[in-house]
């Protein structure tokens, strides 16, 4: 199995502060550099009652547990090679976050 084939199942249901990882979806393609990389949606519970977006906390602690989920996947798959990978974020209900802020992107670049 491949760190793109366990991410989902590792990173689902998992929640900081006010923000619940729904789902969780990966692919695989070039990056702008045109090497392979992970593109990781995390699709997120609504934000907290009154707010019109996500903690912004709540997102940093999101990428932070996804970088730490990929490297422990590393490790116990042996992959040799640290992966590239860019999170994005989105809604699960679409309608709960304001159209500007339905989707947000982090580009990690190791």
Request: charged residues 40%; aromatic residues 6%; without cysteine.
């Amino acid at each position: 199995m491949t760190v793109a084939e366990k991410l989902p199942a590792a990173l689902r249901n998992r929640r900081t502060g006010k923000t619940e990882i729904e789902d969780v979806r990966v692919e695989i393609r070039e990056d702008a550099s045109e090497r392979e990389a992970l593109f990781i949606t995390l699709v997120l519970s609504g934000p907290p009652s009154g707010a019109d977006t996500w903690p912004i906390d709540d997102l940093w602690a999101l990428r932070r547990m996804t970088r730490e989920v990929v490297n422990e996947l590393e490790r116990e798959l042996e992959t040799g090679m640290p992966i590239r990978w860019a999170i994005e974020f989105e809604p699960e209900v679409p309608d709960e976050i304001d159209e500007d802020d339905a989707s947000f992107q982090i580009d990690v670049d190791d």
